[in-house]
């Protein structure tokens, strides 16, 4: 059986309960459900982690030359440098399942007192009129009077790159904050380049968008700023055409932590764009203020290979990495904020008829996960349903259906039939017409709704029917309901535990459950 093999060959890397397994070799671990203490693998292969370190913010971009998304992202270490730190890292992939590391493209300055000492968010491009590839970025040193300054390298090939020393765009130059002044993404319109930046007015107040143009990408100038959203600081922005709609993706920093979350606006116009935000705001008719997941995938960006337009945003770790640690699911840093950085999560954005968007799978992670297995009943009572346990690399994908319209069920793993507490994303009614999935954690042990990594209200299908897939690459869980709704979370101890569906004694249905591996 896989489970045999998948349970014996984890004992060399985890502990666990000599009561509830022992040491015996021959114990068949299929036909158990306690629960055992599991651990991450040195490296992700579907939501992609260095084995040393963890990604930052994630910078894509599609280089039609070789066919290809390449990901920049923030290099993360343990223990970073006081003043450099986050160089740009790279991985390739052709699908958004599988990666290889193209290892460095852009360094830290060479000394903590240049002024990119340390780097921030930016973004590539391909310029068709010269044939080079340019990176924008931030360069920040905090010890400098322009803290934060966009900076470029460039590269004739997609591979090596030099920087820039000519080159450095100041907030301060044109009325912008000499402290935010980061994030700039680049795109292409009427046959225009344009630049949007993150930053403050140089005098104070809210934050606010500063907009450059240019005709080469080489030399720019101001065209004006447009208002964010109130005083919420947005981050990470990037503008693209998709059909008859323009839409911006933004991270949303706030004091308000429940804020904190990747969303979008969207027009007919970049011009109407804009006003959305300096005349609203206007979010999107989808009653979400435009959200696309939970607070467990931030810094999202996206990239269109001309068919399907990826996004990717990190996942964050949570502190301490063992299932021995107190809570170990449920802090998740101060004000149970999520720690900054983590694995590269990859969805494929869904564009509805009235141009809203969702985040649904993507065909090449679907695809990479194509080993059929069993799937056995252990257990089962008027309040759930325990599974058999699940391996290191998951596809579940079944339908439940409630017999009415304020039925609540939930989907719980790190389960066992000892388990004093457990981990579930419930689908709560938060009335007859609404839904939102909420984190909570279960059992006589259990502290109940964990703070962070709720996820947004969104329509009760009408017929009651949820179509779920969940996908897990060690503890990172990506959850996707209808094509509809989004659901990212950190869950350590998933891997070769029971899971279960939980009926909260409802009346609900399950079925075509199938569960898939590699």
Known sequence: MI????????????????????????????????????????????????????????????????????????????????????????????????????GEWVGTGRTDTEQD???????????????????????????????????????????????????????????????????????????????????RPLTGGDPCFAEFVSEDMVNWTPAGRFKMIWDRMLECPDIFQMGNYWYLVYSESFKASWSRKVKYMMADSWENLKKCFDEGPKWPADGREGVLDTRAFYAGKTASNGTDRL?????????????????????????????????LVCHRLIQH??????????????????QPQEVKVMEEDAEHILYSRLGTHNHLSFTVKTAGNTDKFGISVVRGSDSEKYYTMVFNPENENLRKINFE?????????????????????????????????????????????????RIYGIQKNCWSINKYGHSITVSDLQISQY
Request: proline content about 5%.
């Open 353 to 370: 008829e009235d141009g809203t968007l969702s985040c649904g799978e993507v065909p090449g992670i679907r695809d990479k996960y194509a």
């Open 441 to 489: 954690e279960e059992g006589s042990a259990g502290k109940g709704f964990v703070e962070g990594v709720d996820g947004y209200c969104f329509p009760r299908p009408a017929d009651n029917t949820y179509k779920i897939d969940i996908y897990t690459d060690n503890s990172v869980l990506v959850m996707y309901v209808n094509d509809n709704v989004c659901y990212t979370n």
């Open 311 to 343: 996004i990717w945003g990190w996942c964050p770790f949570r502190s301490g990495a063992n299932m021995y640690e107190k809570n170990i699911n449920v802090g998740a840093g101060d004000g149970n904020e999520p720690n900054w950085s983590g694995a």
């Open 3 to 102: 489970y045999t093999t998948l349970m014996l060959s984890a004992l060399a890397l985890a502990a666990c309960n000599d009561d509830d397994f022992g040491p015996d070799p021959s114990k068949d671990w299929a036909t158990t459900t306690q629960v055992f203490h599991s651990t991450d693998e040195a490296g992700f292969s579907t939501y992609y982690n260095p084995q040393v370190g963890r990604c930052g913010d994630p910078m894509p971009f599609y280089d039609k030359k070789d066919g290809t998304y390449k990901v920049m992202y923030l290099q993360e270490y343990n223990e970073n440098g006081s003043y450099r730190f986050h160089p740009f890292w790279t991985v390739e992939t052709a699908d958004g399942a599988h990666y290889q590391s193209l």
């Open 117 to 199: 000492a340390a780097l921030g968010t930016g973004c590539c491009t391909y310029n068709e009129r010269d044939g080079k590839y340019y990176i924008y970025y931030t360069g920040h040193n905090a010890q400098l009077e322009n803290v934060e300054v966009v900076m470029r390298a460039v590269s004739a090939d997609g591979k090596t790159w030099t920087k820039d020393p000519l080159f450095a765009l100041k907030g301060a130059d044109y009325g912008f904050s000499t402290v935010d002044f980061r994030d700039p993404q680049i795109f292409e319109n009427a046959g225009r380049y344009h630049m949007v930046i993150s930053t």
